[in-house]
């Protein structure tokens, strides 16, 4: 009922600029939290960028630091993670995560996105 849906990822090479965005829709009553997570090929999961309640705090991994961004848009339930200076590393599936309260007075779930592909050519 709650989805998330990504797009913008592609083929750069290293060097060059991607933006992804992340749009939920379905029954929500708000977002508690949003942040981006990647999977390179061989290794697990982990997180690139979050953004908590409020937009008071983003925190990064040290590996993105200073070239990527993230944000979002309340009002339109989108989050953005700009990607520049991108490495041939940063090469993964990106996916959108949500916590998501869908009605008031009930439990927060996390959600997530089927990922959208970013390859870094070297």
């Known amino acids: 009922q709650v989805q998330l849906v990504e797009s913008g990822g592609g083929l750069v090479q290293a060097g060059g600029s991607l933006r992804l965005s992340c749009a939920a829709s379905?029954?929500?009553?708000?977002?508690?939290?949003m942040g981006w997570y990647r999977q390179a090929p061989g290794k697990q999961r982990e997180l690139v960028a979050v953004?908590?309640?409020?937009?008071?705090?983003?925190n990064y991994a040290d590996s993105v630091k200073g070239r990527f961004t993230m944000s979002r848009d309340s009002a339109k339930n989108t989050a953005s993670l700009q990607m520049n200076r991108l490495k041939s590393e940063d090469t993964g599936v990106y996916c959108c995560?949500?916590?998501?309260?869908?009605?008031?007075?009930?439990?927060?779930?996390?959600?997530w996105g089927q990922g959208t592909q970013v390859t870094v050519s070297s």
């Open positions: 953004i908590h309640s409020g937009g008071n705090s983003t």
């Open positions: 379905g029954r929500i009553f708000s977002i508690d939290r």
């Open positions: 995560n949500a916590l998501v309260t869908r009605s008031r007075g009930t439990p927060a779930y996390s959600y």
